[in-house]
Nanobody
Framework: VQLQASGGGLVQAGGSLRLSCAASGRTFSTYAMGWFRQAPGKEREFVGAIYWSSGITWYADFGEGRFIISRDAAKNTVYLQMNSLKPEDTAVYYC????????????WGQGTQVTVSS
């Protein structure tokens, strides 16, 4: 499985960005795709995820009400819509995929930088 994340950039506080994660190659029959982020000097943290088959999503507390994950089956792509961005959202954002019944993410994308200026 290959994951290609894109869409990062520089945005002012209060603005929005949409990240994309395109999956290619062989995937699991049922799986979840997640988003994570890592800020400088901090550990990687979970942002949110989606079950590909059902479209069910869930988010970290900081993302509830601001971030929306969606998928486009035709493009094999997952999106992370980020609204009302804050400087503390600045990080490298990664997408990853795991089997639906597993807790371990097996494949990771290369990351895309998001910088939110105050």
């Amino acid at each position: 499985v290959q994951l290609q994340a894109s869409g990062g950039g520089l945005v002012q506080a209060g603005g929005s960005l949409r990240l994309s994660c395109a999956a290619s190659g062989r995937t699991f029959s049922t799986y979840a795709m997640g988003w994570f982020r890592q800020a400088p000097g901090k550990e990687r943290e979970f942002v949110g995820a989606i079950y590909w088959s059902s479209g069910i999503t869930w988010y970290a507390d900081f993302g509830e009400g601001r971030f929306i994950i969606s998928r486009d089956a035709a493009k094999n792509t997952v999106y992370l819509q980020m609204n009302s961005l804050k400087p503390e959202d600045t990080a490298v954002y990664y997408c990853a995929v795991r089997r639906e019944l597993s807790s371990k993410y097996d494949y990771w994308g290369q990351g895309t930088q998001v910088t939110v200026s105050s």
